[in-house]
């Protein structure tokens, strides 16, 4: 992490993304800003119906993957809140995806002891051949490039498996993604990768980047992952049985959700807030993200109750697909492009709620935290006091940065428990409502400041500052890897 600039104390970090223009003019009058913050607080504290929101996404809705029935009603009832809070061009935005469902995730040892192995399949993963197979398992450790190239030939025809074990540099620590694409690039014939929650506890992600797999893949419970590691580690021979039918869909159709309050002053320009309302299959995923879409929508409530509304226009989207591969905020950017000069700012919830608020990340926006300095005192009594730069990467943000947009994270202090994310266990009962409460106000007086103060807190950035920012953060390598660095239609010289 960059060290702090010592001329803003402790509050701004060196490393500067977007360009200042100039001198920008303070707030017309911060006493207005604060009286309206007062206000967002008291209806984010005694109105809130965020909670409410997340119970029927959690509790009656369940499960959002993507492309299914139930993400698609999902869509309806948030396009229906957006409408009964008062909000204007409501509409969702339908995008065309490669479509998959879980089906049967059959493990069992054949050798050296017969027992059966809890298995959930990653999504996108490819299946195996209708009767299963039989495979002897290697160990590849945690699963970093240079351990697949260790073992090199000696993957080919094994059942990989990988995980834990985290490398001595972090830096080298590898995605579920990659230890699939790794093992098919040595000819392994299915990769197990161990969930690192114990008690039962599967944990699915993608299997890969942007579609499916090229071989099976699954997410092993911690306790029969590591059962079968000590068995290798004593020099046994493992072998085990897998069988996996999930069902492939070439076509199906995902959905953003999109709706506004127009700018009573510059209509044309924009501020959005963002948040992904897909989940994983195995819970209903109540902290990722119907956390964040939930306080999304009570942040539309809260300012269109205002008497005031904001000088500009805030557009809300809730994206699908993100656990996929950030699919639905590139539908919506790649849509949109004639507007993205436009947008004065993207505020992004992911598990936003979560914790309780402490931090201002503008993803290396100089210009953008040497303006919030005069926001830091009216966001302090909920507990947010520094803004520090650190990097995008792994929400729907990362669409709107990777093409110069000035962005802004609103993120926790203190350390979070998210050892249950992407498991049967993200249910409604870990949403703690004061932090709910909190952040719903946080978010709105953001929200609001950025819409309504006079001058942008930033402008976009070119491409080429783009670049350089992801070079000097060290993304370019899995951007290229992933396919991200070519999508985004970055020069191809940049891609030796």
């Known amino acids: 992490?960059?060290?702090?600039?010592?001329?803003?104390?402790?509050?701004?970090?060196?490393?500067?993304?977007?360009?200042?223009?100039?001198?920008?003019?303070?707030?017309?009058?911060?006493?207005?800003?604060?009286?309206?913050?007062?206000?967002?607080?008291?209806?984010?504290?005694?109105?809130?119906?965020?909670?409410?929101?997340?119970?029927?996404?959690?509790?009656?809705?369940?499960?959002r993957l993507t492309g299914t029935e139930a993400a698609h009603q999902a869509a309806l009832y948030c396009l229906d809140l957006f409408r009964k809070f008062g909000l204007s061009n409501v509409?969702?935005?339908?995008?065309?995806?490669?479509?998959?469902?879980?089906?049967?995730?059959?493990?069992?040892?054949?050798?050296?002891?017969?027992?059966?192995?809890?298995?959930?399949?990653?999504?996108?993963?490819?299946?195996?051949?209708a009767e299963g197979f039989v495979g002897e398992v290697i160990d590849v450790g945690h699963g970093t490039e240079e351990d697949f190239e260790r073992l090199g030939q000696a993957i080919s025809g094994k059942i990989v498996l990988a995980g834990l074990q985290t490398p001595v540099n972090p830096a080298q620590a590898t995605r579920e993604w990659q230890k699939v694409d790794f093992s098919a690039k040595k000819g392994a014939i299915a990769c197990l990768v161990i969930s690192g929650t114990p008690g039962g506890l599967t944990r699915t992600r993608a299997s890969n980047y942007g579609g499916y797999s090229a071989i099976p893949a699954a997410s092993i419970a911690y306790e029969d992952g590591t059962w079968l590691r000590r068995w290798l580690q004593q020099g046994k021979t493992v072998k085990i049985k897998l069988l996996m039918d999930n069902k492939i869909l070439p076509k199906a159709q995902a959905e953003n959700v999109v709706a506004e309050i127009e700018g009573r002053e510059k209509p044309g320009e924009m501020v959005i807030l963002g948040a992904h309302l897909d989940s994983w299959f195995l819970g209903p995923g109540a902290a990722d993200n119907a956390l964040g879409v939930s306080i999304a929508i009570e942040t539309a409530r809260i300012l269109s109750s205002l008497n005031s509304k904001p000088a500009r226009t805030v557009r809300f989207v809730l994206f699908t697909g993100e656990e996929q591969g950030l699919w639905g905020s590139f539908e919506y950017v790649k849509k949109h492009q004639d507007e993205l000069d436009n947008i004065v700012l993207m505020v992004n919830l992911d598990m936003t709620g979560l914790m309780y608020p402490g931090v201002l990340n503008p993803y290396g926006g100089c210009s953008i935290a040497d303006n919030l300095m005069e926001l830091l005192p009216?966001?302090?009594g909920l507990g947010i006091t520094q803004i520090e730069n650190r990097h995008p990467y792994d929400s729907d943000d990362f669409n709107f940065i990777a093409q110069g947009v000035p962005a802004l994270g609103?993120?926790?202090?203190?350390?979070?428990?998210?050892?249950?994310?992407h498991s049967y266990a993200d249910t409604y009962e870990k949403i703690e409502v004061d932090k709910l409460n909190m952040n719903t106000a946080a978010v709105a007086i953001v929200i609001y400041y950025a819409a309504s103060r006079p001058n942008r807190l930033a402008d976009r950035l070119p491409q080429a500052e783009v670049i350089r920012y992801f070079k000097g953060k060290n993304l370019d390598k899995i951007l290229k890897q992933e396919g991200t660095w070519k999508k985004l239609g970055f020069p191809d010289e940049d891609m030796k």
Not at 410 to 421: A, E, F, V
Request: proline residues 9%; contains cysteine.
């Open 1 to 63: 992490m960059p060290k702090r600039a010592s001329s803003l104390g402790s509050y701004v970090m060196v490393f500067c993304l977007f360009f200042i223009p100039g001198h920008l003019n303070s707030w017309g009058s911060l006493e207005d800003l604060e009286r309206m913050a007062i206000r967002i607080t008291g209806e984010a504290f005694i109105k809130n119906q965020a909670i409410h929101t997340l119970r029927v996404l959690a509790d009656e809705i369940g499960p």
């Open 91 to 129: 509409h969702l935005e339908p995008f065309e995806i490669v479509g998959w469902l879980p089906g049967p995730a059959l493990a069992e040892a054949v050798a050296p002891f017969q027992k059966p192995l809890r298995i959930d399949p990653l999504g996108w993963s490819k299946n195996t051949p």
């Open 378 to 380: 009216m966001l302090g």
């Open 410 to 421: 609103i993120q926790g202090r203190g350390t979070r428990d998210w050892s249950w994310g």
